[in-house]
């Protein structure tokens, strides 16, 4: 079993940047399809950027150019780069690993971009 834990959210301007992190235990992310989804108020979860097994990036369109996904294999730990930020980005940010065929989730980290 798989404990994924989110930090770096917060209060940004737009414009600004953040870095999330979602530390993982339990079980190794190398090899492993990642994620970052969001939540915005009153929509649904969102793929905002997925990484295979084999580490090809797929990121939705409204993010690309700003956005970007990594993982460090060394550290057990994925992160969601944003730059540019605007107050559409605002929602809560959950990393997502997938093992054996389970979608694993951590309990997500809140980011607001002001205007």
């Known amino acids: 079993q798989v404990q994924l834990v989110e930090s770096g959210g917060g209060l940004v301007q737009a414009g600004g940047s953040l870095r999330l992190s979602c530390a993982a235990s339990?079980?190794?992310?190398?090899?492993?399809?990642i994620g970052w989804y969001r939540q915005r108020p009153g929509k649904q979860r969102e793929l905002v950027a997925g990484?295979?097994?084999?580490?090809?990036?797929n990121l939705l369109d409204s993010v690309k150019g700003r956005f970007t996904i990594s993982r460090d294999n060394a550290e057990n730990t994925m992160y969601l780069q944003m730059n540019s930020l605007k107050p559409e980005d605002t929602a809560v940010y959950y990393c997502?690993?997938?093992?054996?065929?389970?979608?694993?989730w951590g309990r997500g980290t809140q980011v607001t971009v002001s205007s």
């Open positions: 339990g079980r190794s992310l190398s090899g492993k399809a």
């Open positions: 990484l295979s097994r084999d580490d090809n990036i």
């Open positions: 997502n690993v997938m093992i054996g065929g389970i979608s694993n």
